[in-house]
């Protein structure tokens, strides 16, 4: 079965370094999220993206937040400057077309800010 | 704005029981409601949802989920549970037709099944 991946499993990174995430959403998909998870609390909406273009953003998606789709299979979260409250699982989720209503989620990242 | 509710922290269940865990919602129009289960050092897999039709829904592993709309819950229930459902549920919630719209989450309920 499909499944999104999502890579380094783990990464770990100094207070104001830029780091990127990475997201390969099941193949015919089409739309694509992040959400982050902070230890012990719940999953929040980050950003939504479909054809090349963000479709919605929470107020937590600030400018130190972008996404890209690179190329045909990647989809990538880039923080600028992380900050100790940055440190969480993020989470990329991936919808088929014509099932917008179902997100599929990766296994997650765990970023931690020094 | 959405919100979802789950009003338990913990459930803990004898292995063979039925399970139930709460879910409310707050939603502009009709929602779209789902649960998934979360479990250690894993991402969200999806259990079930409810879009339109029958109120009950089926969904992976046994689980189903009642939607009832005047009391604006989505309780996921199984009819017998196993030491293998113990894991972290959440419950969340999307107006209808919102296209690429993100999930609002609950904060979600540990499952804990003894044997």
């Known amino acids: 079965e499909p499944e999104v991946t999502q890579t380094p499993s783990h990464q770990v990174t100094q207070m104001g370094q830029e780091v990127i995430l990475r997201c390969v959403p099941i193949?015919?998909?089409?739309?694509f999220y992040w959400y982050r998870q902070i230890l012990g609390q719940k999953v929040e909406f980050l950003v939504s993206f479909y054809n090349n273009e963000i479709s919605e953003k929470s107020e937590i998606f600030d400018d130190q937040f972008s996404v890209e789709r690179p190329d045909g299979s990647n989809f990538t979260l880039k923080i600028r400057s992380t900050k100790l409250e940055d440190s969480a699982m993020y989470f990329c989720?991936?919808?088929?077309?014509?099932?917008?209503?179902?997100?599929?989620f990766g296994p997650g990242t765990r970023l931690t800010v020094l | 704005a959405q919100s979802v509710a789950q009003p338990e922290d913990q459930v803990n269940v004898a292995e063979g029981n039925p399970l139930t865990v709460k879910c409310t919602y707050s939603v502009s129009g009709n929602p779209y409601l789902f649960w998934y289960v979360q479990y250690p050092n894993r991402g969200l897999q999806f259990l079930l949802k409810?879009?339109?039709?029958?109120?009950l829904v089926k969904g992976s592993y046994g689980f189903e989920a009642e939607f009832n709309k005047s009391q604006t819950s989505f309780h996921l229930k199984k009819p017998s549970a196993l030491v293998s459902d113990s894991a972290l549920y959440f419950c969340a919630v999307r107006h209808y037709g919102g296209g690429a719209d993100g999930l609002t989450f609950g904060k979600g309920t540990h499952l804990i099944i003894q044997p």
């Open positions: 409810y879009i339109t039709g029958d109120n």
């Open positions: 193949s015919n998909h089409l739309y």
């Open positions: 989720a991936s919808t088929h077309p014509g099932h917008t209503d179902t997100q599929y």
